[in-house]
Structures are given as C-alpha cells and as structure tokens.
C-alpha cells in the first residue's frame, strides 16, 4: 500500500470515533427495538405502512425531499448531518428510521477525498459491458455497495443503463453500450449486488436521456413501440433482474412532458406495466412542478425543496394535493429503506479493503480490455525476442484517463477533483510496461512533438502509443475523433515504425484514420485503479483478452443516424422555458426518426460498413463453432478452442424475426461467456426469453410473438456468425 492510501486509511480509522452520525445510528438501532416494525419476519410492504401510520406530516414531508448538497446553492441550516456526497434525506430516529445518505457512485465511491477517505476506481461502465459477463457486473456492485457503505453512505445514484443511441453523448462512458438486453442484464446484476451489501440500489436516467447538448430543456419525440423495444427495455431487462429500490428520473422531456412529471413514464410503464414498487427520485435539480410531478409519480425531489418543500405541504393542507397521495410517496420510500436492508443494517464507517480493491479493478480492467487488431501476431510481446520498446503519448509517465463529472473517483493522495477536470489514475503505463522487462528495455517521449516521437520509435522494435479520449456529464464530444492532434502523432509514429501498437483509453467510440497503418489496437476505455497493470498484462500476454466491444465502432459521424447532434437554441441558459401559467416547458425537440434502428441495427438495416462491429473481439487463442440446434426457445451449439492458448469466448445469439415483425435485421437474444483450454470443446445452451423473440403490438398495448420464420444465427460477433438455423414459430 503506497503511504498516501495508507495516510487515507489511518485518518478514517482515526475518524470513526468522533462521527456524530455513527453515534445517532447506533441510538437509533437501540430505540428501534421496541417497534414492531422492526420484525424482519415481516415484509418490506407490512413494515412500510406500520411506521406510516405512526407519522406526522411534518415527518412525512422530510422523506419526500432534499437538504442541499455541497456546492449546490446556499448551504441549508441542517447541513452539517449530511455525509459530504450528493446528498441525503432526513430520518427519523423517534421511529428508528435512518437518514438516506446519497453518493454519486457510478465507477466508484465519489466525493472520498472531501472526507479524507479512499474509493477505488473500477473500469467505467462501457468498459464494464465489454466483459458481457453478469458475474463481473455483480462484483462490480458489491465492491461499490462495501464501499459505500465503508463511507458512511447507504444508498448509490449509480446504475446508468441509457443505451447508446448518440455515441458522442458525454455520459456514454456511465452507460453499458448499445444493445437493451445487454446493458439491461448487466446493470440489473450489478444492482442486485450493490443492494446485497444493504445499500439503496438506483437505475438512472429515466428514460431516453442520450445527450448532454440542452439536456434540461430538450423533448425527445419517438414513437411508442420505438420506445419499449429499444431504451424501455433496457430498463425493463434492469429492473426485473436487480430489483432496484429506486429509479432516477430524467432531465429530458418524453414526447412533451419533462421525465420527472411524465405519468406515462413513471405510472403507466414502470408501475402499473412493470409493477415497480421502490420510489422515483428526481435528478438534481430535474423536478418542474409540484402538483404535476406528485400526480405523476415523481417520489422524491432533489437535491432541494423547491417543489415538494412548503409548496407540496401547501398543496396537501388545501387538499389539492390529496394526502393519500403523499401517503404513497412516502410508503414507497419506507418500503425501499426496508427492503434493501439500511433499516435492519445501520451504517457504521470502516476502513475501505484497498488492496482487495485494487485485486478487483485489477480482475474487471483484464476482463474488460477489447483487443481489436493483431496483425501477424504482434501481440502478446515476446520477452525473449523484445530489446527495446518505445512508450509514447501523453501523460503515459501519469496514469490513465478517468471519466468526468457527478462520475468522478478522487485519486489517492490529491485534493478533490474539480468538475470537468481531466483526472488520470496512476500506477503509469510507462512503469507498467517497464516492469514486464528489463528497465534498460523501455524508452519514453509524450508526443508533444511527433518527430521526436517518430524517431524514438523507429530505433525501437516495438513502439506503443497510449491514446485517450476524455468525456464528462454536461458536455457532448464534437466529433469522435482523438483530440489534441494525436491522430497525427499515431500516423508519424507508425510511418517510422509499422511495429506500432496503439492503447485506447476512451468513453465511447473513436474514428481510427491511422487503422491499416498500425500493428495492433487495444481498447482499455477508462480503465481505472488498476488498469496501466491490466493493460501491460494483455500486451504481455500474461493474460488472454475475451472482452468484446458493448457498442459499434463507426466509419465517421456521417454513418450516424443524427450526423449532426441537435443543439440548444441560441440564446438559452441550459433550462427549461416557463409558460404564462407557469408550468415549465422544453425549449427544442429532437425526433428520433431512426426508431427501432439503434447501435448495431441501423448499420445492419442501412447496410452501413462499420470500422469494428457491436460484439467484436479478438483472442490470443481461436475458436470453432458447430452443432447447432434449437429447441423450445433453448440455442444450443458446440465451442472449440481450436488455438494453442486457454481463453474464454463470448457466444453470441441472434435472431432474425419473421417479415411481418417489420425489425431490423437481427438482435441480440443471448449469449454465454464460455472458459476452454486449448483443443477443447464445450456444448453450450442458451435459453432465450420469449419478450427478446416479440415486438411491442401498440394497438393492443402488449408484447406479441409474430407467427413465421425465426432464423437464429451463433458466433463470435453480430458479423461473425457462422451458425444458421430457421424454425417455424406458429
């Protein structure tokens, strides 16, 4: 443990004894007793309504609301019991019910460093998806849920799972790719797991929330069957497998109404259609109305009081606001608090497991690292046969590019993070490489001048350049291009040396002018705490790459379906416009004409090339597949590793539905991550739901299974499919 973790570790063991909040929950763990509530052996619905019945309205309006966060607006008079994160919502301790202490926790623990404490950083989300791998997503939340809780914190706003419709979106990194079943099973894993460890689990940012460019302001228009095949069932796919307690609502606005006031949105779909029973909360600052958003469904608003303060309490006082109502607000926030466990488990701060941390970054940056090209072999690098490596790029000597935003984890040993600041996470490639070989072996240049670079290189036998891509909330990427002129330095460094080996660390999808001019790319995306030594592990083949790419990789922005992003009006301030009667109103709206045809099924329906597919991946080993057989919604078929090295393979199921299912040419119905050793094989059955087979009837408001031709198709990407077979579906 380097001494600036270790001085993070000694101050909050220091600091567990002088915690005011530590001492409440415990008073409030022994009060509690005495209420029949707190019988485990009831249910989380049973419970919920005991201490309803107990609660002045005074009480109840303090769960429906808010006290501030640090940084946003004047510091509010109870401040000082909140935890330093996001936020937090009051308890109360008369009745043994704990406050709600809310951190931002999308790649890990954010805020540590205001507190003196130490998060770890996992790969980010995208990377994350890129394993394809439900139990690497559970340890993923676990570890978030240990550390939380670790923190003082028992409830996460992470769990993004907004699918890629807009690539260049500044979040995309939050998110977990492209495809709805994909993201939707990996974040509903990563949920049930967080929620395991008695922490409040959140699925955000509901819905079609796909661009940063006037996301206050902006009303995304997309037809309805559009909607529930492709963003809502991402959601759906989430909230059936993680069962989380709570749902984040959207800046955006829905076919005209704000998310967070749209009773489509959060009563018609995700309580009576889905019945969701946790509560909705509002993104910062994302509520519009009182009356509007409390009939709608919005549960709680954040981060302040602005609407479901005094005005709601108005509003319930006169009765225009029905007090059953707030009544249901309130049940579905004590309901929550009880079934994830933050009743029955008070928090109490501990020292984060950082060296456990750092093992687990380490295991999902190997799992989540894509190898996307391998020219005759270049990769792994032979130790025996390497004599001198050029490391070139900028900050390669610092560490790796981290994400922005409500998103950012706070290195060890620094002051926090500022918003939109480009943070990199040590231990540096440079000595990551430098450690796989003699340190005379390894040479260095930033790249700030490419001819510099250029000539390091070419007396080198082996040159990698190390590329970044940095994204943040609040912002959109102008292009997908590598910014600061570094396609330029990849092109001089690869004409100097055709030996080039270029590491991504980026957000999302980049163009890659300089692609049949290099030896090798590997996309590490951000990569965290751990991930220079996951990196240096694939170069050097101490570890088999198996990841696979959560979302297409296009030719350029023109491919796209909105080539230009549509941007707020000139003149606007980033908020909602406010009508005559004072309801709030989106300023710009955005059509999304492309409908069913998202990430890989619009390239596939416009018969667009791409630069690398969704679901591509090489290996350091090959893999054959044969037998094929499908039966009772069951896909089964042979895996061989027909290679010389162990590795795993990602299986991929897609089906073609029938003509008059009017869909894109394929989707991805399943698939199975699948571990061989060399020259062997494994018979490998996926089971298929019969909703990934159907397509959303509007007329008949209900998932239909269209009778005809299914043909299912099996390999090792959505263009790699060698195995066909069509069944009969009556």
């Known amino acids: 443990m380097n001494s600036a973790i270790l001085r993070i570790a000694l101050f909050a063991t220091f600091a567990l004894s002088a915690f005011p909040q530590h001492r409440l929950h415990n008073d409030a763990a022994d009060q509690s007793q005495k209420h029949p509530w707190m019988n485990t052996a009831l249910s989380p619905d049973e419970r919920a309504e005991m201490v309803l019945k107990e609660m002045t309205l005074e009480e109840k309006m303090d769960l429906v609301h808010g006290n501030g966060m640090p940084g946003w607006g004047k510091p509010r008079p109870n401040a000082y019991l ?36 130490y998060s770890t950083a996992l790969p980010s989300n995208l990377a994350s998806a890129a394993s394809w791998d439900p139990e ?37 990194f939050e998110y977990l790719g492209e495809d709805p079943i994909l993201a ?28 940063e460019s006037g996301r206050n302001e902006v009303n995304v228009i997309i037809g309805r069957r559009a909607l529930r095949e492709t963003d809502l069932l991402a959601f759906e796919v989430g909230i059936d497998t993680g069962n989380p307690a709570a749902v984040m609502c959207s800046y955006n606005a829905v076919n005209g109404d704000f998310a967070c006031e749209n009773k489509f949105l959060l009563t018609d779909i995700l309580r ?55 009544d249901q607000h309130v049940r ?61 790029g ?62 390091l290189a070419k007396q080198a036998d082996v040159a990698i350049v190390f590329a970044h891509q940095w994204l943040s909330e609040g912002m959109d990427l102008p292009s997908l291009s590598l910014p600061d002129k570094q396609d330029a330095l990849i092109e001089q460094v690869a004409a100097a040396n055709p030996r080039t080996i270029v590491v991504l660390e980026t957000g999302t999808a980049v163009t890659m002018p300089w692609l ?32 696979k790419l959560p979302m297409t990789f296009p ?84 895996v061989k590793n027909t290679g010389t090295r162990a590795g795993a393979e990602i299986a991929e199921v897609y089906a073609a539905l029938p003509a008059a299912a009017n869909e894109p040419p394929k989707r991805l119905v399943g698939w199975s991550k699948v571990h061989l050793n060399p020259g062997e094989s494994k018979q490998v059955s996926v089971p298929v739901n019969s909703k990934y087979l159907s397509i959303f009837d509007e007329a008949h408001d209900a998932w239909k299974l269209e009778p005809g031709a299914y043909t299912f198709m099996v390999g090792g990407s959505s263009k790699d499919l060698p195995l066909v077979k069509t069944i009969e579906k009556n």
């Open 332 to 392: 579905r926030i004590l309901r929550s608090e009880f079934l994830s466990g933050i009743v029955d488990h008070p928090l109490r701060k501990s020292v984060v497991d950082v060296e456990g941390g750092f093992a687990t970054a380490l295991h999902l940056a190997e799992q989540s690292t894509v190898l996307l090209k391998n020219d005759n072999g270049v990769l792994p690098l032979d130790r025996s046969k390497i004599h001198s490596i050029a490391v070139i």
């Open 136 to 172: 690497a997503a559970c340890e993923y939340g676990a570890l978030i849920g240990r550390e939380l809780r670790a923190q003082g914190y028992n409830m996460t706003l992470g769990g993004g799972v907004n699918i890629t419709r807009e690539p260049r979106n500044g979040r995309t």
């Open 82 to 117: 909140g935890n330093g994160g996001a936020g937090f919502v009051l308890g109360i301790p008369r009745l043994g019910i704990p406050m709600i202490q809310m951190s931002d926790a999308a790649y890990g623990v954010r805020s540590s460093a205001e507190n003196g404490r």
């Open 272 to 326: 009576t259609a889905w019945g969701f029973k946790g509560f909705v909360l509002s993104d910062w600052g994302g509520t519009h109305s009182t009356i509007k958003a409390s009939a709608a469904g919005l549960d709680n608003e954040e981060p302040n009081d602005d609407f479901f303060g005094d005005k709601l309490k108005v509003a319930v006082d006169s009765g225009t606001v029905p007090l059953s109502e707030l």
């Open 394 to 455: 900028s900050h390669a000597d610092t560490g790796m590019i981290s994400g922005g935003g409500s998103a950012q984890v706070d290195p060890p040993g620094r002051a926090p993070a500022r918003w939109q600041e480009h943070v990199w996470f040590p231990p540096a490639p440079l000595k990551a490489v430098s450690a796989k070989v003699p340190a005379e072996t390894v040479s260095f240049d930033s790249g700030d001048d490419p001819a510099r670079a250029a000539a």
């Open 184 to 211: 939707g099973t990996l974040v509903g894993n990563r949920i049930r797991c967080e929620q395991g460890q008695y922490v409040i689990g959140d699925i955000k940012h509901y819905a079609v929330n796909d661009q």
């Open 516 to 547: 049949g001019k290099v030896s090798g790319v590997v996309e590490a995306w951000f990569a965290g705490s751990k991930g220079a030594d996951a990196v240096a592990n694939i170069l050097f083949g101490d570890v088999n790459p198996s990841a």
């Open 555 to 638: 030719l350029s922005e023109a491919d796209l379906p909105h080539p230009q992003i549509v941007p707020p009006p000139p003149g606007s301030h980033g908020g909602a416009a406010v009508a005559g009667n004072g309801e709030a109103k989106p300023t710009f709206s955005i059509t999304y004409n492309e409908g069913l045809k998202v990430g890989y099924k619009w390239y596939d329906a416009e018969k667009k090339p791409v630069l690398f597919p969704f679901g591509f991946g090489l290996s350091y080993t090959t893999f054959g597949y044969s037998n094929l057989a499908v039966h009772d919604n069951i896909v089964s078929f042979t």
